[in-house]
C-alpha cells in the first residue's frame, strides 16, 4: 500500500458521550492518529485518556491551546446543542475541517453562522448523525435511489433510547437510580441548554427524511410535546410535516423513555423508518439485518439483506477523510446544505410546540 499522510486528529469538548466513539473511530483508522484532546473537565478525559494511552502532552483544560499546540487536520467537535454555533465559529479560523456531532445546530440561526464561519476557510464541515452509517438505512436509501418503491411519498419515524443519561461512550449502560439521580444536573435536561428529546432525536428523523425524499421541503409542520412535573424539557415529541400535494404528511416521533434500548432489544414501536412510495413500501429498522419490503408486483412483504458498507463509507471519521482524499461527494446526511432543510423543519416543530398551532415551514 503507497504511503499516505497521516491526519491529525483533537477532540475538542465532552459534553456529548459520542466523543469517545469517534476517538475510538480515529485510533481504528491506519491513517488518523489522535493528537490532541480538550475539555474543562479533566475528569471527564480520564477514560478517553486510558482507553487510548495518552501522555499529558496531548491532554488539555483549555480547547485553545489544544488547537495551538497539537496543530490538528481535523477538529470533532461535540459541545452541548446549545453552544454547536458558536463552538465551530471559534474553530473554524484554525484552518481546520470540522466534524461537528449531532444535532446540528440549536436553531438554524446557529446553523447558518457554521456555514458562514466554514465558507472562507475552504475546509470541509460535517455533521454526524449515527443513524446515517446504519446498514438498514443506507440500504433503504439505495432502493429509494434505485426506483424499487418508485417516489418516496411519505416517510414515518419513530427513535429514540431509555434516555441521554442511561449510557455513556459506546452504548456502556448507567443505571436507572443513577440516570434520574443526574437529570438535575445534566445539560441535557436543561432548556436553555436546547436539551430534550425533540432536539435530541428529531434532526436525525428530518434529516434522513430529507435523503430519502431527495431534499423535498415540508409547507407546514405541527408538532406536540409532552409535559412532565418537574422536567425543564420533553421526553417524547410527535410532529407531522405536510408537504405540497400530491406527497400529503409525513410523521416523526421523538422519545427518550423507550421501553428497551434498540442496539439492545428492539423496543415496541420499533425504532427506524417507514417509507412509502408510489409503487411500494420500506420498513428499515435500526440494527435491523434486512429491509422488509412490498412493491406492486410483490405485495407480500418480503426481506431483502442490508448492504455490506464499503471501506470509506463506514463511518464518520473513515468518510471524511475519504472525502478528503478522494473528492468524492459527502455522504448525504452529513452534508450542511441538507442537514439545513432538517435545521428548518427542527426550528419549526419547536415553535409549533410553544404556540400550540401549526407553522409555516421557517427560513
Given at each position: 500500500?503507497?504511503?499516505?499522510?497521516?491526519?491529525?486528529?483533537?477532540?475538542?469538548?465532552?459534553?456529548?458521550?459520542?466523543?469517545?466513539?469517534?476517538?475510538?473511530?480515529?485510533?481504528?483508522h491506519h491513517s488518523a492518529e489522535i493528537v490532541g484532546i480538550a475539555d474543562v473537565s479533566r475528569e471527564r478525559?480520564?477514560?478517553?485518556?486510558?482507553?487510548?494511552?495518552?501522555?499529558?502532552?496531548?491532554?488539555?483544560?483549555?480547547?485553545?491551546?489544544?488547537?495551538?499546540?497539537?496543530?490538528?487536520?481535523?477538529?470533532?467537535?461535540?459541545?452541548?446543542?446549545?453552544?454547536?454555533?458558536?463552538?465551530?465559529?471559534?474553530?473554524?479560523?484554525?484552518?481546520?475541517?470540522?466534524?461537528?456531532?449531532?444535532?446540528?445546530?440549536?436553531?438554524?440561526?446557529?446553523?447558518?453562522?457554521?456555514?458562514?464561519?466554514?465558507?472562507?476557510?475552504?475546509?470541509?464541515?460535517?455533521?454526524?448523525?449515527?443513524?446515517a452509517w446504519y446498514p438498514p438505512h443506507v440500504t433503504t436509501k439505495r432502493s429509494i435511489t434505485e426506483g424499487?418503491?418508485?417516489?418516496?411519498?411519505?416517510?414515518?419515524?419513530?427513535?429514540?433510547?431509555?434516555?441521554?443519561?442511561?449510557?455513556?461512550?459506546?452504548?456502556?449502560?448507567?443505571?436507572?437510580?443513577?440516570?434520574?439521580?443526574?437529570?438535575?444536573?445534566?445539560?441535557?435536561?436543561?432548556?436553555?441548554?436546547?436539551?430534550?428529546?425533540?432536539?435530541?432525536?428529531?434532526?436525525?428523523?428530518?434529516?434522513?427524511?430529507?435523503?430519502?425524499?431527495?431534499?423535498?421541503?415540508?409547507?407546514?409542520?405541527?408538532?406536540?410535546?409532552?409535559?412532565?412535573?418537574?422536567?425543564?424539557?420533553?421526553?417524547?415529541?410527535?410532529?407531522?410535516?405536510?408537504?405540497?400535494?400530491?406527497?400529503?404528511?409525513?410523521?416523526?416521533e421523538t422519545r427518550w423513555g423507550t421501553f428497551t434500548d434498540p442496539w439492545t432489544l428492539q423496543p415496541q414501536?420499533?425504532?427506524?423508518?417507514?417509507?412509502?412510495?408510489?409503487?411500494?413500501?420500506?420498513?428499515?429498522?435500526?440494527?435491523?439485518?434486512?429491509?422488509?419490503?412490498?412493491?406492486?408486483?410483490?405485495?407480500?412483504?418480503?426481506?431483502?439483506?442490508?448492504?455490506?458498507?464499503?471501506?470509506?463509507?463506514?463511518?464518520?471519521?473513515?468518510?471524511?477523510?475519504?472525502?478528503?482524499?478522494?473528492?468524492?461527494?459527502?455522504?448525504?446526511?452529513?452534508?450542511?446544505?441538507?442537514?439545513?432543510?432538517?435545521?428548518?423543519?427542527?426550528?419549526?416543530?419547536?415553535?409549533?410546540?410553544?404556540?400550540?398551532?401549526?407553522?409555516?415551514?421557517?427560513?
Amino acid at each position: 500500500m503507497p504511503n499516505r499522510p497521516l491526519y491529525r486528529v483533537a477532540g475538542v469538548n465532552f459534553d456529548h458521550m459520542h466523543m469517545g466513539d469517534l476517538l475510538r473511530q480515529v485510533s481504528e483508522h491506519h491513517s488518523a492518529e489522535i493528537v490532541g484532546i480538550a475539555d474543562v473537565s479533566r475528569e471527564r478525559m480520564q477514560d478517553t485518556i486510558a482507553r487510548f494511552g495518552l501522555s499529558k502532552e496531548k491532554v488539555f483544560t483549555d480547547w485553545r491551546e489544544c488547537l495551538e499546540t497539537s496543530k490538528p487536520d481535523i477538529v470533532i467537535l461535540c459541545p452541548k446543542t446549545g453552544e454547536h454555533g458558536q463552538s465551530v465559529v471559534d474553530t473554524a479560523p484554525y484552518g481546520v475541517h470540522i466534524l461537528a456531532e449531532k444535532p446540528f445546530a440549536a436553531n438554524l440561526a446557529d446553523a447558518d453562522k457554521m456555514i458562514a464561519a466554514m465558507a472562507p476557510t475552504g475546509k470541509t464541515l460535517i455533521i454526524n448523525w449515527p443513524l446515517a452509517w446504519y446498514p438498514p438505512h443506507v440500504t433503504t436509501k439505495r432502493s429509494i435511489t434505485e426506483g424499487l418503491i418508485g417516489e418516496v411519498t411519505e416517510v414515518h419515524y419513530y427513535d429514540g433510547n431509555r434516555g441521554p443519561l442511561r449510557h455513556i461512550a459506546d452504548k456502556v449502560e448507567i443505571t436507572e437510580d443513577e440516570a434520574n439521580r443526574q437529570k438535575s444536573e445534566s445539560w441535557w435536561y436543561q432548556k436553555e441548554a436546547a436539551g430534550g428529546s425533540l432536539q435530541d432525536y428529531l434532526g436525525y428523523g428530518v434529516t434522513l427524511g430529507a435523503w430519502f425524499m431527495d431534499g423535498r421541503k415540508p409547507l407546514e409542520v405541527t408538532c406536540v410535546t409532552d409535559s412532565k412535573p418537574g422536567l425543564d424539557v420533553d421526553e417524547h415529541s410527535i410532529t407531522v410535516c405536510r408537504y405540497a400535494a400530491p406527497y400529503g404528511l409525513s410523521k416523526f416521533e421523538t422519545r427518550w423513555g423507550t421501553f428497551t434500548d434498540p442496539w439492545t432489544l428492539q423496543p415496541q414501536p420499533k425504532c427506524g423508518f417507514v417509507v412509502r412510495g408510489t409503487h411500494g413500501t420500506l420498513s428499515s429498522y435500526d440494527y435491523e439485518r434486512v429491509v422488509r419490503v412490498q412493491t406492486r408486483e410483490q405485495p407480500e412483504t418480503h426481506e431483502i439483506p442490508v448492504d455490506t458498507l464499503s471501506p470509506g463509507w463506514r463511518n464518520p471519521i473513515e468518510h471524511l477523510i475519504h472525502h478528503l482524499e478522494t473528492g468524492c461527494p459527502l455522504h448525504g446526511p452529513l452534508d450542511p446544505t441538507l442537514c439545513r432543510i432538517g435545521q428548518q423543519i427542527v426550528d419549526s416543530a419547536m415553535l409549533s410546540a410553544q404556540e400550540k398551532r401549526t407553522v409555516a415551514l421557517l427560513d
